[in-house]
């Protein structure tokens, strides 16, 4: 596909992953909507990077992302591309009495059940489309589970299965507009997701180095792109996937709770 002349729609799109592919793909000649639903980070991007459209956005919500489709349709009827950056990750020791579910729930909202409620609500106006692109972005820790992050594993799986599916869907009913990629980053310390990791941390990916490889991956029309060490996750994940979860499971826990879990 080529990634000049789009329209583009970027959710989470005001920091990490989603903000940067937003500035390359706005650099490379397109049109691009980012939305997030802190009006602070929507100002931020706003002030910081005044080429790019912004549009305040819950997509946990599914009334925020309806309202997000209908103004998309009377405002940037062009809509091409639908890339879904939106995303949460903890830590949550399951042992803790005081852990609140709620707050477990929320990872489930944004990362899976938002993804989800943004490619059904914008498919209509997708299939209209002479060329179409929807990435989903799910984690190396779709193919491995972190016992550190269970509920983000868990999300993360789910967008992987999902996206999968949706991709068979439309070649069964053969929709040959629609291209459907899924981005699979290893760690990105500088999303900063979370404060306890570091640039210096094994396996660590920068930034502009994984937006790149996302970037070919659109270009090349990529039905699955597993960026740096990701891609070794996934070939774990197939050949030893529960010796590698207990190894990578029991060096997590260490660092994310030192004290234990009890």
Avoid: C
């Avoid at 970027?10 to 639903?37: F, P, Y």
């Avoid at 991007?45 to 997000?68: A, Q, W």
């Avoid at 989800?116 to 820790?141: A, C, M, R, Y």
């Avoid at 550190?148 to 967008?159: E, I, N, R």
Wanted: zero cysteines; a negative charge.
């Amino acid at each position: 596909m080529k990634l000049t002349n789009n329209t583009i729609l970027i959710t989470g799109g005001t920091s990490g992953i989603g903000l940067e592919l937003a500035r390359q793909l706005k650099k490379a000649g397109n049109t691009v909507i980012v939305t997030g639903r802190s009006t602070k980070k929507i100002t931020q991007v706003n002030e910081s990077d005044p080429g790019l459209i912004t549009h305040v956005v819950d997509v946990s919500n599914e009334s925020s992302v309806k309202e997000l489709a209908i103004w998309a349709k009377k405002n940037y009827p062009d809509l091409n591309i639908v890339i879904n950056s939106a995303g949460i990750m903890r830590s949550y020791n399951l042992l803790d009495e005081e852990l609140s579910v709620t707050d477990m729930i929320a990872e489930i909202s944004t990362n899976l059940i938002g993804t989800i409620t943004v490619d059904k609500i914008f498919l209509p106006q997708l299939l209209s489309k002479s060329e179409v692109l929807i990435v989903n972005i799910s984690s190396g820790l779709a193919n491995l589970s972190a016992a550190s992050h269970p509920v983000y594993s868990a999300t993360k799986a789910g967008v992987h299965m999902f996206t999968s599916a949706l991709r068979e869907q439309l070649d069964y009913a053969q929709v040959n507009n629609i291209h459907v990629m899924e981005l699979v980053p290893p760690l990105v310390a500088e999303t900063n997701l979370e404060s306890i990791v570091s640039t210096d941390m094994p396996n660590n990916m920068s930034l502009k180095d994984l937006v790149a490889v996302a970037i070919s991956g659109m270009e090349n029309n990529k039905i699955r792109v597993n960026a740096g060490f990701a891609a070794q996750m996934r070939q774990a994940g197939q050949t030893s996937p529960d010796e590698t979860e207990h190894q990578m499971g029991q060096q997590m826990l260490k660092k994310y709770f030192p004290k234990g879990l009890l």
